[in-house]
């Protein structure tokens, strides 16, 4: 294994052309996976444009719009870290309305974005087509190793001290989340594609031999 450092910039460039070369029937399907800290919205929206202009329609969705209702993911406390890893995101939701549409059999009837989490409401967003040949970007934490189903998997990985310093003291409650998932899903071992990304300004990827 080796670590190359790379400019965000050509990280952007390489992700959308390993994107670009990564033949799947129907429509592919890309978890950009990361705590907050490291920034995964921010890198998925990034790629949008140069995968349109590779040829490939691509959409962006946000594990953040797909949380369940505040009744459900707030049962047991604002700030618990095992409900918070165990049931804020609906991937049932996640996989009914984006990753099975978008599969090899699916419709290509994606709907961006479920639940607001600020209202509390459904977020009655319009359902968008992506035809074969698309890409769907699906950001957000804790993204691999249950039962939503990628075809390409990055994960941004960050030391624990770094997650912790980057962290928003104010979801500092959440890093045992973390912590728990690095250690029982171990993400980094199995995801196509690792970026390790302490400082988003000088990512480096890791790659194995």
């Known amino acids: 294994m080796r670590v190359r450092p790379i ?3 050509l990280l952007v460039a390489e992700l959308a052309e390993r994107c670009v070369a990564t033949d799947v029937p129907g429509r592919l399907r890309v978890a950009v996976d990361g705590p907050p800290a490291a920034r995964p919205d921010e890198l998925a929206a990034a790629l949008v444009d140069p995968l349109r202009a590779a040829g490939r329609p691509a959409l962006h969705v946000r594990a953040a719009d797909f949380l369940r209702p505040a009744s459900v993911r707030l049962e047991h ?9 165990e049931s804020w995101i609906d991937e049932p939701g996640l996989r009914r309305e984006v990753l099975d549409p978008a599969g090899p059999d699916g419709s290509g009837r994606l709907l961006p974005s479920l639940w607001d989490p600020v209202t509390d409401r459904a977020s009655r967003a319009e359902y968008v087509t992506l035809p074969p040949g698309g890409v769907v970007l ?18 941004l990985v960050l030391t624990p001290a770094a997650l912790a310093r980057r962290t928003d003291p104010a979801s500092a ?24 990304a302490d400082d988003p300004r000088h990512p480096a990827l890791v790659e194995r031999d």
């Open 138 to 155: 699906v950001s957000g934490g804790l993204l691999l190793g249950g039962g939503l189903v990628f075809d390409l998997a990055v994960h």
């Open 7 to 9: 400019t965000p910039e």
């Open 77 to 85: 406390g604002r700030t618990n870290s095992d409900a918070y890893y």
């Open 173 to 196: 409650w959440t890093l045992p989340a973390f912590a728990r998932y690095a250690d029982e899903v171990a993400p980094a071992s199995f995801a196509d594609v690792v970026v390790r």
